[in-house]
């Protein structure tokens, strides 16, 4: 285990990954762990970089957005914009919920939620394939999203 983390980090981590929006004191009534304590391993957890940050997940059909997507894109290495640079800009476009930079066959990932498929071919068409940097993607609709 790393060195500046113990069994109840990791118990306050792998708590907070089910249950992030509870408040200090249910976390410290569940694992039994003082309050004070609770707060204090949670205030270090994030300044040490340990937790990024509290987010939702979102249940995006509930939201109107019916389709999900992979899109691997290939980065043209011809282009104005560097790799990372692209994968940041893609990483804030309207619908999209990740964007990484992987390894292989494609250069990024993208995942997105769209109302349609009609919205989801008008994102890669007129969007994506007209960005400086692609040279193609392939588009893979999700028929299931489990985590």
Request: with cysteine; hydrophobic share 40%; proline share 2%.
């Amino acid at each position: 285990m790393l060195d500046n983390i113990d069994k109840k980090d990791m118990k306050i981590i792998e708590y907070l990954k089910e249950h992030g929006r509870d408040k200090i004191s249910d976390i410290s009534n569940s694992l039994e762990i003082p309050r004070a304590t609770i707060f204090e391993r949670m205030e270090r957890l994030r300044k040490d970089g340990f937790i990024k940050k509290y987010t939702v997940d979102l249940n995006y059909e509930k939201l109107g957005y019916s389709v999900l997507a992979y899109i691997m894109i290939q980065y043209n290495p011809k282009s104005s914009i560097d790799q990372r640079s692209l994968c940041v800009n893609l990483s804030k476009m309207d619908n999209v919920i990740s964007a990484s930079i992987v390894t292989g066959d494609w250069d990024i990932m993208l995942l997105t939620a769209q109302k349609s498929m009609k919205d989801l071919s008008t994102f890669v068409l007129e969007k994506l394939r007209t960005m400086d940097g692609i040279e193609k993607s392939v588009t893979i609709p999700l028929f299931e999203r489990i985590l």
